[in-house]
Structures are given as structure tokens and as C-alpha cells.
């Protein structure tokens, strides 16, 4: 298949965030054509997503805005992963539904993993929706805009087990014009117990290598700086020509390889390792590619093998230690992150402190932390009882938080003094006297602007302080540049 770059559409870009970062909004100059606002939340896959379904509006002519009131089309990009998730979605509806009740004419899409677990059940409960499009449906979006146009409730649930919408070029819309995503799978294939996305994402299959690679040499190309490979589970990439069994097989490590391969000054992330999964290959890999950034955002889950059993995550408390061994043996400065969920089903205070203590074991320098939230459909809600009353549930969770913070600050003191190779993202969000950036291991530093440096440069910064966030340095200039 082809990638073609897409044309870039004329607009003004601004991006609002909610408190979670979560919400992005596009703006646009051209006001003859029709528009659509998009909201989107959950994971990085969802916002990715987003981006496919700018990209398959654009060539019906919609053109983005942010603002609400003049949407000829509104959509909100739903996440299914925890209950709270789903109610902030439900909340937004409420207030899309104040705007269709002024303007009638507007419509109104739900799309991503919330559409795929309800389905035409979105179109009961929610009468002023119109469409309800599921992840692997948004190549129908053309046609169920237009019959949505003429009337008619629109809805494509279908989960493909091919789809990877390698062909369609993502409009970056809300892009700093540096860092990029690029998907490189859909679906999962895991079934760990108490996860919906199975469910909402389908089976998994991973996107073509030559389809990847030039998306990256494309966006290095328009002045990118960075790409991060997405997946559920970018360890499981697995391609092969269908058509010829001769043909070159490309695992993750291969893959992340080629991609490092297509300019030094490009900085390759992925996300997420399963601890299964991750093989010495790629952390070889990154040990031997200085722009395969030294980050790996590798999910614990619980500290419990009894859990993890339960949770089927195939692997036990030992098996990942010695994962993290292993990575911070081949590659001493790597920086690990970590998702924790407490209160999984019977876990008791005494599996909890394992939790902690393999957090302390990893000293991960951040974690995304949860209590358990029971999703309908799932292995866990079919098999187990949710068991733990959501007071502990919540107790277990602020130790769990404590305890990351305190791991967070002590790790990001140990970075005061050191030089760090960082790449200017944009102003801080403090100050326009400031820049903002991350280092390799995936840390935000906040550096005074000195010099001639601009968005997207590379430059050397020496960390003075530090807080469990951010760290604060200033910019050395008398260090060698990145070739
Ligand atoms: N594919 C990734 C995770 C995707 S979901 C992986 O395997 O690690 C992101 C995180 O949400 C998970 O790592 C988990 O910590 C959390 N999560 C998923 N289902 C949850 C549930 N039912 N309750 C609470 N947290 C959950
Ligand atoms: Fe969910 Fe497990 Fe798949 Fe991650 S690996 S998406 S937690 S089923
Ligand atoms: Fe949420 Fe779906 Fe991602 S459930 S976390 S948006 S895959």
C-alpha cells in the first residue's frame, strides 16, 4: 500500500487541555466549508485515532474547529478502561446535547471503544446521538455522515481482523510540529482479566513496516524531531508478506531498528512493553541506537503472583524482576514506568504490600496508578467477585500514589547536576521566558530560553533542581551538539 502525506490544511492551531490533559481542540481560518469539533480521550491509541478520523473527514471536505457552537459535526473519541472513564464521556454528551438543542441540525458521533462495548445500545439510551462508530469503522465515516445528513441514524460497530489503516496519512492536528505518534498495531490478543480492550479493540494485528517507516521519514522530513510507535502491546509486532513466504518476517526489534536507522536526529519512544513479551533484542537495540530513547513504560499491574494469576497476565512477581534486572543491565540509565491497579478481586493487605515493595525494587520513575473498577463482559466480572470494598480499594490506592511520589523525587534528585540532551518541545506552561522539553529517559525539563535555540532543536541542559514532576535546569552550550 501506498502513504501518501497529506496536504496540509490551512489552520490556526491551538490546543486546550483539560485537567488530565485529555481534551484537544483544532481552529481553523476557512469558514465556507462544513466542520467538526473532536474531542478525545483514553489512551494515546484513541488520540491517534482521532487523527485517522481528521485525516477521512478532511476528504469530505469537514475541516476542523474548536469551536463547539459551529460544529456542523460533533464527535467525542470514548474510552471504555475504567467506569469513571465512561461517566466523563456520558457528562460530555450532556452538554453536546445543549448545543444540538439550540441548533438542531448538528450532529452528533460517539466513535472509539465506548461505541464498540455498547453499541446500538448508544443509540437507545442516548436519543439525541446520531452516529455510533466503532474503532475499526472510520473508513465508513464518509457514508454514515452523509446518511446521518439525510436523517438517518448512523451505526458500524464491525471489528476488523485486518484493518490497520496503513494507507490513510494521520492530520496532526493538534501536533506541536516535533513529536508524533505513529500506531504500528491495533487490537490486543492478551485477555488479562479485568481489561475491556480486548473487547472494545478486537484482535491484534500489527500495520505493514513499509507503511511505518514512511510515515516516520515523512514526518522527519516536515521537521519531526520525535515518533513514538504505539501498540497495546508493540512486543507482539509480528509481520510477514502475506503473499510471499519468502519474504522478510519483522518482529518489534527489527522494526524499531529500521526506524531508529532513518536519521540520528530522529528520537524513537514506544509504547507499551508487556513484561512477557519484551526480549533481550530490543533492549540490545536500544542499547546500540543513541536516539532510541532510553524509556520503557513497562505495566506491573500488582507486585503479587497470586494476582497476576488471577489478572492472567502470564507472568509472576519473579519473572519481573528479573525483566527489570535485565533492563537496567543492558541499559544502566533506563528510565521504567509502571501502571498499578489496587483492590484487584480477594487481594489482601499482604498482596498489597507486594505491590509496593516490587515498586520500590523497580524505582520506576513514574507511574499511571488505579483502583480496580469492574468492567461489565470481562474475564475478572465473569469469574470473580469485586470483593473489595472501594474504601480500601482507595486507602491502597494513596499508598500506592505515596509511595510513587516519594520513589518520583528521590529518582529525579539524582539527576540534579547531570547534562542531559533535550529536545524543545514548545514554551512551558508557565512562562513564555522558558522552554520545556524531555530528556531521554522521558523526564520534562523547564530550562530558561538562552541562546539561539528553537522549537525542535536539540539542546544540552544541565538539571539544577528538582521536584516528584519536573525537573529545572538551564542550558549548557559549551557541549557538542547531536550530529
Ligand atoms: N496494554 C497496556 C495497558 C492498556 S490499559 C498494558 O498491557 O499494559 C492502561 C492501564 O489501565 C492498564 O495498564 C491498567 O493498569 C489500567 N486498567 C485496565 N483495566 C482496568 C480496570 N478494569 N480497572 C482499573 N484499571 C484498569
Ligand atoms: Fe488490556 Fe492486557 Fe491487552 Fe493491555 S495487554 S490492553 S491490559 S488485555
Ligand atoms: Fe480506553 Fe480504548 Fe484506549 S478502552 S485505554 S481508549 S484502547
Known sequence: MMYDSNPTLNFRKTIDEDNQGNVIFYETEDSDKKKFYIESYGCQMNFSDSEIVASVLSEIDYIPTRNIEVADLILINTCSIREKAEDTVRKRLTAFNQVKKKKPETLIGVLGCMAERLKSKFLEEEKLVDLVIGPDAYRDIPSLVAGAEDGDKGIN????????????????LDSNGVTAFISIMRGCDNMCSFCVVPFTRGRERSRDPYSILAEAEDLYNRGYREVTLLGQNVDSYKWENPSDEN???VNFANLLEKVALIHPDLRVRFSTSHPKDITDDVLFVMANH???????HLPVQSGNSRILELMNR???????????NRIYEIIPDCAISSDMIAGFCTETEEEHQDTLSVMEHAQYSMSYMFFYSERPGTLAAKKYEDDIPLETKKRRLNEIIRLQNHISLNHNKKDIGKTFQVLIEGNSKKSEDEWKGRNSQNKMIIFKKTGNFGVGSYVNVKVESATSATLM????ENQTMPA
Open 157 to 172: 460497530v464491525f471489528l476488523s481482523r485486518e484493518e490497520t489503516y496503513a494507507d490513510i496519512s494521520p492530520l496532526r
Open 247 to 249: 519474504s522478510e518476517k
Open 290 to 296: 543513541e536516539n532510541i530513547c532510553n524509556y520503557i
Open 314 to 324: 502470564t507472568y509472576d512477581r519473579e519473572w519481573y524482576i528479573n525483566k527489570v
Open 473 to 476: 535546569g538551564h542550558i549548557v
